[in-house]
């Protein structure tokens, strides 16, 4: 402004010395003719050349006489002129000086005004620089900002939603797509509108353009699988209207090379990879299920004999398998899981529909369990992994099915939508969650509902003709993302509860040999053990199921009486052996597990209950959980070879099934845990509650007698049982043995506020 100001102040200076100039050239016009006429010959102002043009111009008009006549003006009157005119060139001398001083402050003026300019561009430039600085740093703002908006949504637990678009198929080069823009998490869809087109933005955690490529889509998601090996569970599924390319982000083409192969083959090798890595720290193994839900019916799609068994979904939390019939395949390189996979999607059932001619006619999952031993600590630590390709879902007019076709798809349709009332449910926080309504739900349960990391794709196709799905499928999974988890948990074991899920299991060994007849104790493991080994050593490498396996309770035909007899404490004192050396079971264990590399798969409600244990429990009333096994041990198992092994097949998860004393807490438990919640095993066990021991471990099919658990004897039992042999060095440490009878009362106050 000032300049501004200034710069009209000088202009007008100029404009004066201009117009001052000017009035001085006119009135020099006029000077020459005076002095020719009052000097004659001698001018008293020298003739600059512009008065000498003026005389030539007029020189021809002037006379002689003219000349002559002017020396008779009289001296009076030339002195007047001369006057007048020295007067006028003092004038001009002076305005000269004024001109001269105004062009020197108007020179200043500018060369001020110049600096000032100077001074301004370079400011701007400043400011420009910054701005330009500014700009290039506002994408990584962009970037930091969405990578500190994931962890939020990590520590919330929230589900992760990852967009995927598939690029025009071969043939549909012209067509428009209906993707109008991507930028970072957000996709902008122009939809058909009244008054020309609509938009509608849908905003992600990642959004992946039709040019994205499948390593690009692996590297967002690797950190997640990774997570696996450190002990949580993770799931990731594909959604999607049929042929938006679900299969190709899980599996990859039909053409699969390195680098079409899809998330399940990368994140498997990654998995290798990192175990490899941390081979030093701990040791992994790595097993694989692979089933697939099709018209409601689960299928193992390992299998290599052609037999389709009917598999049931079960709550994970209480096995640490979904499907624990399905068969779990030891995998130890990237080559055996890519020979795996070929054998499931091989068994797959796929089929051509007018939107896709190899759709995917059934919700498919491969399962990855991990085991992670750390080799200082001793610490387990159990990650889980489903890899879930849905089915996609499909207008059946526009897939022109029929038939079988027809059905699969009325199907389809059927569990997507049960998916969608559960995520209703979640995302409104609702007491009750609608997982029963399908096998999908079911199978997805624990990491919709549970403490697992969940990401989905999400996967739309560009064509016009497809926007209404595509809309659908992209508010669902604005929906999905709204999920909130609850922060993930790792899956962890200290090596204090490590044994005492081995005591555990060697009480449970000890319960179901004291219902059985020694002959048929024999028969029963050595036959068990037989399938194991059938199934381990089988030309195709496929293990048996694990029920087959490890359900050695479940066969016992004891009755619940003779259960009940055997918790005559007395009965137990009087028989029993002297007191073995109790690391003995344990360690036979270990060995057998070593042998068989299957590892301790136990139950995960168990593992994350730990702190609570911790937390609420006496240590000491804890211990005396291993006196119980100890008791039992000392009674019916003189020979400990007999019992030893069958310990170690205990610990799978099966062998949660067995039953002894259930309460009537067991059905509100398992009705409870059936949708939403999980049982507190753990916390149950801790508190020496025997009657709980079974409580959410009993299938629904085994009715129990809810009495037993309340049986004087059983209460007694506990009562009197002392501390376990492996406890007294620590029980002669300063604390007098305690009695795990007394806090019954309390215990069970608790229990019953935990459900
Ligand atoms: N990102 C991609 N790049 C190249 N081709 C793709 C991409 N995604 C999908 N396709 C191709 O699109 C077609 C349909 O993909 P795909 O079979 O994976 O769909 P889908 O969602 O699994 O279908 P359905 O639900 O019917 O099984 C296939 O030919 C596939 O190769």
């Not at 994140?267 to 081979?279: C, E, M, P, V």
């Not at 007899?565 to 007395?570: A, E, G, M, V, Y």
């Not at 079974?694 to 209460?715: C, F, H, M, W, Y």
Request: charged share 25%.
């Amino acid at each position: 402004m000032l300049h501004q100001e200034y710069y009209c102040y000088c202009f007008q200076k100029t404009h004066m010395v201009c117009v001052s100039l000017h009035a001085c050239v006119c009135q020099r016009k006029a000077i020459p003719n005076d002095l020719n006429v009052s000097h004659g010959s001698k001018s008293v102002l020298k003739p600059s050349s512009f008065n000498v043009k003026i005389e030539n111009k007029k020189g021809p008009f002037l006379k002689k006489d003219d000349v002559t006549h002017k020396n008779y003006i009289p001296d009076e009157e030339s002195e007047r002129r001369l006057v007048k005119q020295q007067m006028i060139a003092d004038q001009q001398q002076k305005d000269i000086k004024v001109l001269k001083q105004t062009l020197s402050t108007t020179k200043a003026g500018m060369q001020f005004m110049q600096m000032k300019f100077h001074e301004e561009i370079h400011n701007i430039g400043h400011h420009i620089h910054g701005l330009a600085h500014a700009a290039s740093g506002y994408h990584k703002v962009l970037e930091e900002n969405r990578k500190l908006y994931n962890q939020v949504q990590d520590l919330k637990g929230n589900i992760r939603v990852y967009c995927r678009v598939r690029p025009f198929l071969p043939g549909q080069s012209n067509y428009f797509s209906t993707v109008d823009h991507i930028e970072e998490g957000n996709i902008t869809i122009s939809t058909p509108a009244k008054n020309g087109k609509g938009y509608k933005s849908f905003t992600f955690n990642k959004v992946f353009g039709p040019s994205a490529t499948q390593e690009e889509v692996f590297a967002d998601t690797q950190p997640l699988i990774r997570s696996v090996l450190d002990g949580y569970n993770v799931c990731i599924f594909a959604y999607g209207q049929t042929g938006s390319g679900k299969t190709y982000t899980m599996t990859g083409p039909r053409d699969l090379n390195e680098h079409t192969q899809g998330v399940n083959y990368r994140a498997l090798s990654d998995l290798f990879l990192l175990a490899w890595q941390r081979k030093d720290m701990f040791r992994y193994d790595v097993s694989v299920q692979m089933i697939e839900i099709y018209n409601e019916q689960v299928r193992d799609l390992l299998v290599t004999d052609g037999l389709n068994k009917r598999l049931e979904i079960r709550n994970s939390s209480q096995s640490g398998y979904s499907v624990p019939n399905a068969s779990l395949v030891h995998v130890s390189s990237t080559a055996d899981v890519i020979d795996l996979m070929n054998l499931g999607q091989r068994n797959r059932a796929v089929g051509a529909t007018a939107l896709n001619d190899r759709s995917s006619r059934s919700h498919s999952c491969l399962t990855v369990h991990v085991q992670g031993r750390d080799l200082t600590s001793g610490a387990i630590l159990r990650g889980c992994m489903h890899l879930v390709d849905l089915a996609g879902s499909e207008r059946v007019d526009k897939s022109e099915v029929t038939g079988d076709r027809l059905k699969e798809a009325q199907h389809i349709n059927k569990s997507l939508s049960a998916l969608g009332d559960v995520i209703s449910s979640l995302a409104q926080k609702n007491s009750h969650v609608p997982y029963r309504n399908s096998k999908l739900t079911q199978l997805l349960q624990d990491s919709l509902g549970g403490q697992a990391k969940t990401l989905m794709f999400v996967h739309i196709s560009p064509e016009p003709d497809a926007v209404g799905e595509t809309i659908s499928t992209l508010k669902f999974a604005e929906r999905v993302a709204t999920v909130e988890l609850g922060a993930a948990r790792v899956n962890k074991d200290s090596t204090d509860v490590k044994e005492l899920k081995e005591e555990i299991a060697n009480l449970k060994a000890a319960l179901a040999r004291k219902g059985e007849p020694v002959s048929t104790q024999k028969s029963s493991f050595q036959s068990n053990i037989q399938a194991r080994n059938v199934g381990m050593e089988s030309p195709s490498g496929l293990r048996k199921p694990m029920e087959d396996v490890g359900n050695i309770e479940v066969q016992s035909n004891s009755t619940p009486r003779q259960k009940r007899q055997s918790f005559d404490l007395d009965e137990l004192l009087g028989n029993s052996s002297p007191w073995p050396p109790v690391s003995s079971p344990c360690q036979k264990f270990r060995e057998y597990d070593k042998e068989t590399g299957t590892g301790e798969w136990v139950d995960k409600v168990m593992v994350n209950k730990q702190d609570t244990l911790h937390e609420v429990g006496n240590p000491a009333e804890f211990r005396g959980a291993g006196n119980i096994s100890d008791v039992f041990y000392q009674q019916f198992v003189s020979d400990s070879s007999k019992l030893y092994p069958e310990k170690s097949v205990n610990l799978f998860p099966s062998s949660n099934q067995f039953d002894i004393a259930p309460s009537d807490d067991l059905d509100e438990l398992d009705a409870g845990t059936s949708d939403s919640s999980e049982p507190d095993l753990l916390w149950q066990f801790s508190h020496c509650k025997l009657g709980n021991f079974t409580n959410g471990i009993v299938p629904k099919i085994q009715k129990p007698d809810s009495k037993q658990a309340k049986s004087p004897e059983l209460r007694s039992m506990i009562t009197r049982m002392g501390p376990s042999p492996s406890r007294k060095v620590a029980n002669r440490a300063g604390h007098p043995p305690q009695r795990i009878g007394r806090p019954t009362a309390e215990v069970k106050r608790k229990t019953g506020n935990r459900k």
